[in-house]
C-alpha cells in the first residue's frame, strides 16, 4: 500500500537526520541515530542506502529531461539553419541587377543591365555561416550526449592479469640508469604508469 504524504515526509526528515549524522562521521550503532527510531545498525544502513538510490534516481530522471528538452531545441535550431540555407541558395539562383534611384544601370560597352555581385557573396557569406552553426551545434549534441567522453585505459600485466612489481637492487638500478642515460636523447620514448582505485567506502557497522 502507498505511504501517505505524512508518512513520506517523516521518513525524509529521518533520512535526512541520518545523512547529517554520517556526514559528522557518527557510526550506526551510535544512540544518535537509534534515536531517530531505528530498529538496529543494519536497518539504518539500509535505509540510507535506499535513500542515496532514490536521490541518484531522481538526479538521472532530471538530467534526461534535461537533454531531452535540449536536443530538441538543437533540433529546432537544424530547421531554421536548413530554411536559411533555402533562403540563401534562391538568392544564388536569381538574377540580380545594378539598380540606382530606381533606374537600372547599363553597361558602358554592351548597353546590358549590369549585373549585382553584393547579394550573391552575402549569400555565399551566409552559407559559410550556416556551415559553422551546424558544426556547433553537432559538437554541443556530442557534449549534451557523452558522445565524447574521455577514453579510460587500463594498463594489465600478462594475459590481463596485475602488474608484477618487484624492489630493484640499488646497484644494479643505477647501473640501468647509467646505460640508458648513454643513448641516444632523440630515441623516443615510452612509458606507462598504472594507479590503483582506491576504495573509500565506508563499512563501519
Given at each position: 500500500m502507498a505511504w501517505s504524504k505524512l508518512k513520506l515526509d517523516e521518513v525524509s526528515v529521518r533520512r535526512t537526520k541520518l545523512l547529517e549524522l554520517r556526514r559528522k562521521g557518527v557510526r550506526y550503532d551510535d544512540e544518535r541515530?537509534?534515536?531517530?527510531?531505528?530498529?538496529?545498525?543494519?536497518?539504518?544502513?539500509?535505509?540510507?542506502?535506499?535513500?542515496?538510490?532514490?536521490?541518484?534516481?531522481?538526479?538521472?530522471?532530471?538530467?534526461?529531461?534535461?537533454?531531452?528538452?535540449?536536443?530538441?531545441?538543437?533540433?529546432?535550431?537544424?530547421?531554421?539553419?536548413?530554411?536559411?540555407?533555402?533562403?540563401?541558395?534562391?538568392?544564388?539562383?536569381?538574377?540580380?541587377?545594378?539598380?540606382?534611384?530606381?533606374?537600372?544601370?547599363?553597361?558602358?560597352?554592351?548597353?546590358?543591365?549590369?549585373?549585382?555581385?553584393?547579394?550573391?557573396?552575402?549569400?555565399?557569406d551566409r552559407l559559410v555561416k550556416i556551415e559553422e552553426a551546424r558544426r556547433r551545434n553537432g559538437e554541443r549534441r556530442a557534449k549534451l550526449n557523452g558522445l565524447e567522453m574521455p577514453v579510460k585505459t587500463e594498463v594489465t600485466g600478462a594475459d590481463g592479469g596485475p602488474l608484477a612489481v618487484s624492489t630493484a637492487d640499488p646497484d644494479k638500478l643505477a647501473a640501468i640508469i647509467s646505460a640508458t642515460s648513454r643513448l641516444d636523447s632523440t630515441a623516443p620514448a615510452n612509458s606507462a604508469t598504472s594507479t590503483p582505485d582506491e576504495d573509500d567506502e565506508d563499512d563501519e557497522g
Amino acid at each position: 500500500m502507498a505511504w501517505s504524504k505524512l508518512k513520506l515526509d517523516e521518513v525524509s526528515v529521518r533520512r535526512t537526520k541520518l545523512l547529517e549524522l554520517r556526514r559528522k562521521g557518527v557510526r550506526y550503532d551510535d544512540e544518535r541515530v537509534e534515536a531517530l527510531g531505528y530498529s538496529s545498525p543494519d536497518a539504518a544502513r539500509k535505509d540510507l542506502s535506499r535513500a542515496l538510490e532514490a536521490h541518484r534516481q531522481a538526479e538521472a530522471a532530471e538530467v534526461a529531461t534535461y537533454r531531452q528538452m535540449e536536443n530538441e531545441r538543437l533540433d529546432d535550431e537544424l530547421l531554421r539553419l536548413e530554411a536559411l540555407e533555402e533562403a540563401a541558395h534562391g538568392v544564388l539562383r536569381n538574377r540580380h541587377i545594378m539598380v540606382n534611384n530606381g533606374r537600372v544601370i547599363l553597361h558602358p560597352d554592351t548597353n546590358e543591365p549590369m549585373e549585382d555581385d553584393a547579394p550573391v557573396l552575402q549569400a555565399i557569406d551566409r552559407l559559410v555561416k550556416i556551415e559553422e552553426a551546424r558544426r556547433r551545434n553537432g559538437e554541443r549534441r556530442a557534449k549534451l550526449n557523452g558522445l565524447e567522453m574521455p577514453v579510460k585505459t587500463e594498463v594489465t600485466g600478462a594475459d590481463g592479469g596485475p602488474l608484477a612489481v618487484s624492489t630493484a637492487d640499488p646497484d644494479k638500478l643505477a647501473a640501468i640508469i647509467s646505460a640508458t642515460s648513454r643513448l641516444d636523447s632523440t630515441a623516443p620514448a615510452n612509458s606507462a604508469t598504472s594507479t590503483p582505485d582506491e576504495d573509500d567506502e565506508d563499512d563501519e557497522g
